[in-house]
C-alpha cells in the first residue's frame, strides 16, 4: 500500500451534519460550478427535478445553504423492476466571505439549474488609486 493511501485513510471522518434529517430519501449534493467576476461571484447548482416551490435557499450568518427536493416519479400503472436512476433530494452548503453583499443576493430557477449572483460589497470591489505627480 502506498504512503498517499495509507495517509488518506487515517483522515479522520467528516463531521456529521448539524440538523437531523427526518425522511430516508437520498440526498445529493448537486453538481456546482463557481465563477467570479470584479463585482460578483456566480454559482450555478445542477438540480435536476426541483422547482421553485421545492427549492429553499437559507442565509444563517455567513452560511448559505441550498435544499431542493423533488417528488417522486412512477408511471401510472406500472410496477419497478430495475432501475439506474437515483432519485432524491438535494443539499449543499457554503461559507460566504464577508467581501460578498448578503442584501443584494439574487437567485434564478431555470430548466433545473440554479443561478444564484452574490455581489461583493463595495469596499471590496478593485479600484484604480490614482497617482500624483509633482
Known amino acids: 500500500m502506498s504512503t498517499q ?32 467576476t470584479p ?3 456566480v454559482v450555478v ?9 421545492s427549492l429553499d ?3 444563517e450568518q455567513r452560511e ?13 400503472g406500472y410496477r419497478l423492476i430495475y432501475s439506474e436512476y437515483g432519485e432524491g433530494d438535494y443539499e449543499r452548503r457554503f ?3 464577508d467581501s460578498i453583499d448578503r442584501g443584494g ?3 434564478e430557477l431555470k430548466n433545473g439549474v440554479l443561478q444564484l449572483r452574490l455581489p461583493k ?5 478593485a479600484r484604480k488609486i490614482p497617482v500624483k505627480a509633482e
Open 45 to 53: 447548482a445542477e438540480l435536476p427535478g426541483v422547482t421553485e416551490e
Open 5 to 36: 493511501t495509507q495517509a488518506l485513510e487515517k483522515k479522520a471522518p467528516a463531521a456529521l451534519p448539524t440538523t437531523e434529517r427526518a425522511n430516508t430519501r437520498r440526498v445529493f449534493s448537486p453538481r456546482t460550478d463557481v465563477y467570479e
Open 57 to 59: 435557499l437559507t442565509l
Open 39 to 41: 463585482e460578483e461571484i
Open 64 to 76: 448559505l445553504t441550498i435544499r431542493g427536493t423533488v417528488a417522486p416519479t412512477a408511471p401510472a
Open 121 to 125: 460589497v463595495k469596499e471590496a470591489l
Open 95 to 97: 461559507v460566504l466571505a
Open 105 to 107: 443576493i439574487a437567485a
